[in-house]
């Protein structure tokens, strides 16, 4: 699980999505993961209503107060909810009534948006599919993708089906990226904070998550890695516990 930034209490968040690119099932669990990050004050979704496939989404309106956007499409094979939902987004940011913005799409028409909000220094998170074009994950502070958000059961039931099948993908290894984070987080001292080091990982890679590698927590990634790191927990005494790492 991902450490909360500081003042994440105070920041408000409007939430946009992506009615073609997102999966209602998951809309409890996303909402959950931005909560993470801030209060969500905004909760929009875009797309056809008079559409079949967007049937789904109608029994998870109300429930979770979001606020459904009629978008028709008037041109065969163009997607006008991408620009219906930039244009919102562009006046909720130009009316300063939030601090950070989530955009929950697979679709890379919304990378440009994600860096035009970034630069006028609002936090901006994306959520969407492991497809989602590394450019607009890249352009995002934080990207979350939603197969971490899967519940253990789910994630149990898709692995047993990808068992035996050619097409599956492996876990990717972490040690690059740890070891690239643990260089930018060193101290003098030879030992680097976890902490620290958590900060350096999402500023190497937006979507940096350690579920995505088995584990809930960075702490749990780390101490798996006991062949590259050693790991040390100092107790405060205030009671919290401050985690430093080693190079082996």
Request: glycine share 6%; net charge positive; with cysteine.
């Amino acid at each position: 699980m991902r450490a909360a930034p500081e003042g994440v209490e105070n920041r408000r968040i409007a939430m946009l999505i992506d009615g073609d690119n997102a999966q209602p099932r998951l809309i409890e669990n996303i909402l959950a993961e931005t909560g993470k990050y801030g209060l969500v004050t905004i909760r929009r979704i875009y797309g056809d209503w008079t559409t079949s496939n967007m049937k789904g989404w109608k029994d998870k309106l109300n429930e979770n107060a979001i606020q459904p956007i009629q978008q028709f499409r008037y041109t065969i094979g163009k997607n006008a909810t991408d620009s219906a939902m930039i244009i919102d987004a562009m006046d909720i940011l130009y009316e300063k009534s939030v601090d950070g913005f989530c955009l929950v799409s697979s679709d890379s028409d919304y990378t440009r948006l994600s860096t035009r909000i970034r630069e006028k220094g609002i936090f901006v998170m994306g959520i969407g599919k492991k497809s989602t074009p590394r450019a607009f994950v890249n352009a995002c502070e934080v990207f979350v993708y939603t197969e971490n958000l899967l519940s253990e059961a789910e994630v149990t039931k898709r692995a047993k089906r990808q068992t035996g099948s050619k097409n599956t993908a492996d876990t990717p290894d972490p040690k690059p990226l740890l070891k690239k984070a643990f260089d930018l987080a060193v101290q003098d001292d030879g030992w680097a904070f976890l902490g620290v080091m958590g900060q350096h990982l999402r500023q190497l890679d937006p979507s940096f998550d350690p579920r995505t590698y088995g584990y809930k927590q960075l702490s749990l990634l780390i101490r798996a890695q006991s062949r590259l790191f050693e790991f040390k927990e100092s107790k405060q005494p205030n009671g919290t516990s401050i985690i430093s790492i080693r190079e082996k």
